[in-house]
């Protein structure tokens, strides 16, 4: 996610993206066009993410908790390797625990229900999947 972070700034950068409007509709683009050409775990876990950060602004996490979590378990479909999960776990545990500090209370109590999910994912035995 890092390293996905990394190239979306610097390219940003080069691009002279200046307002918090134009950096999101550019990131979406980016992640879009990454997913339909060369798509890999960290891309789709990026495009996942944005829709994350999006419930979250909204104030919407339970509203949109649904699909979040089928679009993560589609990626589970396609990628199993712990080291992975184990990596996204941590940054949307970091993510949900500060959202959560100031989030009304029915949002405090959905931001549990991801993270028990990919938690589960993390220690899962994946060759059933």
Not at 85 to 110: C, G, I, N
Request: glycine content about 4%; overall charge positive.
């Amino acid at each position: 996610m890092n390293c996905l972070a990394s190239r979306v700034a610097l390219d940003a950068a080069a691009a002279a993206v200046d307002s918090p409007a134009a950096r999101w509709k550019f990131v979406a683009a980016k992640l879009g066009k990454r997913n339909r050409d060369q798509p890999d775990f960290w891309s789709k876990a990026g495009a996942i993410a944005l829709a994350l950060y999006e419930a979250l602004a909204a104030g919407n996490l339970s509203g949109r908790l649904a699909k979040l979590i089928e679009d993560y378990a589609d990626l589970l479909g396609r990628v199993t390797a712990t080291r992975f999960w184990d990596s996204l776990f941590d940054h949307v545990r970091s993510v949900l625990r500060r959202y959560s500090l100031l989030a009304p209370t029915t949002e405090k109590l959905t931001v549990q229900t991801p993270l028990v999910r990919l938690k589960a994912w993390c220690k899962a035995d994946r060759r059933h999947h």
